[in-house]
């Protein structure tokens, strides 16, 4: 750890940041009545949820109700598309992350994020792993970053199929495959968060059960925040589930938030229960 | 009911369509390919005359000797100076204008939209100057370069084409940066990539063929342009002899000897055309293929 004469506050923040994250019961992520804007258009109200660290938390709702927004605001990567607003606050490990002093290029290296579509590089499936590691600035040996790529692709369960084509084209392999990728690509440079939006609708099923065993071993290490459209989905991989919706004014809103089992057996809102029971969305 | 949805017919695959709309698909294919020929016509008929009466005088001489005087006849007889001059003047005009263009179509594309207003300027200004008839690119470099040096020079030719490609390589740049995907950039940004990075790592990168290709279209039509190179780097029937000094060139020399009252002139100024129009092709078949081994990779 270095510890610049500059900045005397770094190692003690840094022993703050430690206590918060071998504290399992501190949320990795702490929504606090966030209220999320494009423009002037209000898209989500008063939103209040906390993200558990080494556990799976589902979003579900129907189209439109906000929850890729949701997932957007936590890693600051809607501001790319617009102008943007929030009201409320969003903590990762107790850090205000819409603070004017946060650089969210640090924000994001640690708060990964899987898309609905597979999106690769078209350079290498070596070079689509290491980007993230070489951006950082961080020097690393050649056999270093090979074990980095290995230790990827095996944690994405990808390793097996492609280990005999590491320099080919990420676009030459299959869509699950480029999805898998894509997480073994996050998974390089070591978030503490996972963010996945609807990671498996553009794929068939076989690579839809690969990923939700993958997400499954992921959870030992990391924390998952995972949008799905799908129920069966939501129910196998996730621990909470948040349902979300809408109503005339077009506003999302968080109606309940439970273990999962809770909200596919007894949901305590009839709105929830109406929709895990595919009577609408 | 009334509005009940009738069963479809079963009609044999083998009925043929009616006899008009048989007529007529096959009338309308033979216009396309009528049309077409014709189009062809001009473009086959001037390659075909420029191989045919360049090849008669194309030699090795051609390429490595100086212009002979008129008259002479036992002296070798080239211009082996004007292919310099024409690659030195393109070369060092692209040396300028590709980093400036792509630097200026990286700004229209990536950074454009946070100021629409200045890249609406730029973008206006740049379609403005990619029309700007040639002739006037050269005035406006006799006005900058000659006129403050006091003497037609390469440098001032290199600054005329320069100018023409510069508009096209960032209009062409821009193209190419707006094809690259959002979610590409979304996924570098989620990786920790700041501005920079996602810009040159990841969009650029990823834009090269297209930005080459674009470079490329422009060092091709700066080749052929003569009337800016009349005012500014003249000609000379020496070898070129640097950027301060006038330098002959492909286009000037074609353009006099085609004039000229002398039939070996007149011949030589169709081997010309047809060196410049192989230099040309072999620019633009470089480009497709540096294109299509990108795209091999990917
Ligand atoms: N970049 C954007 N600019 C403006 N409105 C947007 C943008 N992205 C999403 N929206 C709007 O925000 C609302 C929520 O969208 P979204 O978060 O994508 O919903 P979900 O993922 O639940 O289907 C929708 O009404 C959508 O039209
Ligand atoms: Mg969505």
Same mark, same amino acid.
């Given at each position: 750890m270095q510890n610049k004469p500059?900045?005397?506050n770094s190692s003690e923040t840094l022993i703050q940041l430690s206590d918060l994250v071998t504290d399992?019961?501190?949320?990795?992520i702490q929504v606090k009545d966030l209220s999320f804007y494009y423009g002037s258009l209000?898209?989500?109200?008063?939103v209040n949820i906390d993200f558990k660290q080494n556990h799976v938390t589902a979003m579900i709702g129907p189209?439109?109700?906000?929850k890729s927004t949701l997932l957007k605001s936590l890693n600051r990567i809607g501001e790319l598309e617009g102008k943007i607003k929030i009201d409320g606050k969003v903590e990762f490990f107790g850090q205000d992350?819409?603070?004017?002093?946060?650089?969210i290029n640090r924000l994001r290296n640690q708060v990964g994020m899987v898309f609905q579509k597979p999106n690769p590089f078209p350079t290498s499936i070596y070079d689509n792993i290491l980007y993230g590691v070489r951006i950082s600035q961080q020097k690393h040996t050649r056999e270093e970053l090979d074990e980095i790529v290995e230790t990827a692709l095996k944690g994405a369960a990808l390793w097996n199929e492609v280990k005999d084509k590491?320099?080919?084209?990420?676009?030459?392999?299959?869509g699950g495959q480029q999805q898998r990728l894509c997480i073994a690509r996050s998974l390089a440079v070591r978030p503490k968060v996972l963010l996945m939006d609807?990671?498996?609708?553009?794929?068939?099923p076989i690579s839809t059960l690969k990923i939700e065993e993958l997400i499954q071993e992921l959870k030992t290490t990391l924390t998952i925040v995972i949008v799905t459209h799908n129920m069966q989905q939501a129910s196998r991989v996730s621990d909470y589930t948040a349902f979300f919706n809408t109503d005339e004014s077009r506003i999302g809103k968080m109606v309940e938030y439970a273990p999962t089992a809770k909200i596919f057996?007894?949901?305590?809102?009839s709105a929830t229960r109406d929709y895990v029971a595919g009577l609408f969305g | 009911m009334t509005n009940q949805i009738q069963e479809p017919e079963l009609i044999a695959?083998? +009925?043929?369509?009616p006899i008009k709309r048989s007529y007529f698909s096959k009338f309308m294919t033979a216009l396309v390919f009528f049309l077409t020929a014709v189009a062809f016509l001009p473009l086959g008929s001037v390659l075909l005359e420029i191989i045919s009466k360049g090849f008669a005088?194309?030699?090795?001489d051609v390429f490595t000797s100086l212009p002979a005087a +008129?008259?002479?006849?036992?002296v070798k007889n080239g211009f082996g100076n004007a292919i310099l001059g024409t690659l030195l003047m393109v070369g060092v005009g692209a040396l300028w204008a590709i980093p400036f263009g792509v630097m200026a179509g990286v700004y229209l594309s990536e950074f454009g939209r946070e100021q629409p207003k200045s890249a609406s300027v730029i973008r206006f200004t740049t379609r403005i100057l990619s029309s700007v008839p040639s002739i006037v690119v050269g005035v406006f470099a006799y006005g900058v370069i000659v006129a403050n040096f006091k003497s037609f020079s390469a440098l001032a030719g290199s600054f005329a084409l320069g100018t023409i490609m510069l508009p096209i390589i960032t209009l062409t740049t821009e193209e190419a940066l707006k094809l690259i995907p959002v979610n590409v950039r979304q996924a570098s940004a989620a990786l920790g990539g700041n501005r920079f990075q996602t810009t040159f790592r990841i969009v650029v990168s990823a834009a090269l063929p297209g930005i080459t290709t674009g470079a490329l279209l422009a060092v091709a039509r700066a080749s052929g342009e003569t009337a800016p190179l009349l005012f500014?780097?003249?000609?000379?029937?020496?070898?070129p002899q640097g950027l301060f000094d006038p330098a002959p060139s492909l286009a000037v020399l074609i353009y006099t000897y085609s004039q000229s009252a002398y039939p070996e002139q007149k011949a030589l100024a169709w081997t010309a055309a047809l060196v410049l129009l192989s230099l040309v092709v072999i620019v633009s078949v470089t480009s497709r293929m540096v294109t299509r081994n990108r795209l091999q990779t990917r």
């Amino acid at each position: 750890m270095q510890n610049k004469p500059s900045n005397p506050n770094s190692s003690e923040t840094l022993i703050q940041l430690s206590d918060l994250v071998t504290d399992i019961s501190v949320p990795a992520i702490q929504v606090k009545d966030l209220s999320f804007y494009y423009g002037s258009l209000k898209v989500l109200q008063g939103v209040n949820i906390d993200f558990k660290q080494n556990h799976v938390t589902a979003m579900i709702g129907p189209s439109g109700c906000g929850k890729s927004t949701l997932l957007k605001s936590l890693n600051r990567i809607g501001e790319l598309e617009g102008k943007i607003k929030i009201d409320g606050k969003v903590e990762f490990f107790g850090q205000d992350i819409y603070s004017p002093k946060v650089n969210i290029n640090r924000l994001r290296n640690q708060v990964g994020m899987v898309f609905q579509k597979p999106n690769p590089f078209p350079t290498s499936i070596y070079d689509n792993i290491l980007y993230g590691v070489r951006i950082s600035q961080q020097k690393h040996t050649r056999e270093e970053l090979d074990e980095i790529v290995e230790t990827a692709l095996k944690g994405a369960a990808l390793w097996n199929e492609v280990k005999d084509k590491l320099k080919k084209s990420a676009l030459g392999i299959s869509g699950g495959q480029q999805q898998r990728l894509c997480i073994a690509r996050s998974l390089a440079v070591r978030p503490k968060v996972l963010l996945m939006d609807e990671p498996c609708s553009a794929l068939d099923p076989i690579s839809t059960l690969k990923i939700e065993e993958l997400i499954q071993e992921l959870k030992t290490t990391l924390t998952i925040v995972i949008v799905t459209h799908n129920m069966q989905q939501a129910s196998r991989v996730s621990d909470y589930t948040a349902f979300f919706n809408t109503d005339e004014s077009r506003i999302g809103k968080m109606v309940e938030y439970a273990p999962t089992a809770k909200i596919f057996t007894n949901a305590s809102n009839s709105a929830t229960r109406d929709y895990v029971a595919g009577l609408f969305g | 009911m009334t509005n009940q949805i009738q069963e479809p017919e079963l009609i044999a695959l083998t +009925v043929p369509l009616p006899i008009k709309r048989s007529y007529f698909s096959k009338f309308m294919t033979a216009l396309v390919f009528f049309l077409t020929a014709v189009a062809f016509l001009p473009l086959g008929s001037v390659l075909l005359e420029i191989i045919s009466k360049g090849f008669a005088n194309l030699s090795l001489d051609v390429f490595t000797s100086l212009p002979a005087a +008129v008259g002479q006849e036992d002296v070798k007889n080239g211009f082996g100076n004007a292919i310099l001059g024409t690659l030195l003047m393109v070369g060092v005009g692209a040396l300028w204008a590709i980093p400036f263009g792509v630097m200026a179509g990286v700004y229209l594309s990536e950074f454009g939209r946070e100021q629409p207003k200045s890249a609406s300027v730029i973008r206006f200004t740049t379609r403005i100057l990619s029309s700007v008839p040639s002739i006037v690119v050269g005035v406006f470099a006799y006005g900058v370069i000659v006129a403050n040096f006091k003497s037609f020079s390469a440098l001032a030719g290199s600054f005329a084409l320069g100018t023409i490609m510069l508009p096209i390589i960032t209009l062409t740049t821009e193209e190419a940066l707006k094809l690259i995907p959002v979610n590409v950039r979304q996924a570098s940004a989620a990786l920790g990539g700041n501005r920079f990075q996602t810009t040159f790592r990841i969009v650029v990168s990823a834009a090269l063929p297209g930005i080459t290709t674009g470079a490329l279209l422009a060092v091709a039509r700066a080749s052929g342009e003569t009337a800016p190179l009349l005012f500014t780097a003249l000609s000379s029937q020496d070898w070129p002899q640097g950027l301060f000094d006038p330098a002959p060139s492909l286009a000037v020399l074609i353009y006099t000897y085609s004039q000229s009252a002398y039939p070996e002139q007149k011949a030589l100024a169709w081997t010309a055309a047809l060196v410049l129009l192989s230099l040309v092709v072999i620019v633009s078949v470089t480009s497709r293929m540096v294109t299509r081994n990108r795209l091999q990779t990917r």
